[in-house]
């Protein structure tokens, strides 16, 4: 039990361009996921709190015009990075909740 | 605010020896502890927590832990390494007041490298 899965897997679009990554909880409902960022060979940055039903939380330092989250069902919340930028090629990794969180595999975006 | 500290970065072991990864915290009230691993492009894998009772706590693939409150440590340990752990292992807290939600604070990670 307790599954995540994120769609794509990996993703390669060009500047300029949005890109939306997908976090589905398959086996639990999930009023909280959250989304994170990670560098290469560096720690899990927490982006926001994903609230089914309401606004999501952002971490000081992420721009919400930019990273938009939306939690549409209890096992669904979407991350779309608007008007993508080289820099903001790295690995995305969400996480649902069920008293604990649970992961998923991961999307790598890559900006051209 | 809480913190999470993995003070190396990569440990080295031969196959077979013992494993330790270390990790220090801090939180203002109770912890709940995590260990978490991470292969190359994947998300994280639930290793094992510690929430409340034993110190000891044992978890998935033949690891444990052990919490020690009087040094804040919750050091990842594993009797005997195989080449298959190589990976990227994460200590991570949450603080267990209602306000802090469901937020975990991630260590830096450490690398972990067994060789044959």
């Known amino acids: 039990g307790a599954v995540v899965s994120q769609h794509p897997s990996w993703v390669i679009c060009k500047s300029g361009t949005s890109v939306k990554i997908e976090c589905r909880s398959l086996d639990f409902q999930a009023t909280t996921m959250f989304w994170y960022r990670q560098f290469p060979k560096q720690s899990l940055m927490l982006m926001a709190t994903?609230?089914?039903?309401?606004?999501?939380?952002?971490e000081q330092g992420v721009e919400k015009d930019k990273f938009l989250i939306n939690h549409a069902s209890l096992t669904l919340s979407t991350l779309t990075v608007t008007s993508a930028h080289p820099e903001d090629s790295s690995f995305y990794i969400c996480s649902a909740v069920e008293h604990e969180q649970y992961f998923g595999p991961g999307t790598r975006l890559t900006v051209t | 605010a809480q913190s999470v500290a993995q003070p190396e970065d990569q440990v080295n072991v031969a196959e077979g020896n013992p494993l330790t990864v270390k990790c220090t915290y801090s939180v203002s009230g109770n912890p709940y502890l995590f260990w978490y691993v991470q292969y190359p492009n994947r998300g994280l894998q639930f290793l094992l927590k510690?929430?409340?009772?034993?110190?000891l706590v044992k978890g998935s693939y033949g690891f444990e832990a052990e919490f020690n409150k009087s040094q804040t440590s919750f050091h990842l340990k594993k009797p005997s390494a195989l080449v298959s752990d190589s990976a990227l292992y994460f200590c991570a807290v949450r603080e267990t007041i209602k306000a802090a939600g469901n937020k975990l604070t991630f260590g830096g990670g450490t690398r972990v490298l067994v060789k044959p």
């Open positions: 994903s609230n089914e039903g309401s606004k999501a939380t952002y």
């Open positions: 510690y929430i409340t009772g034993d110190n």
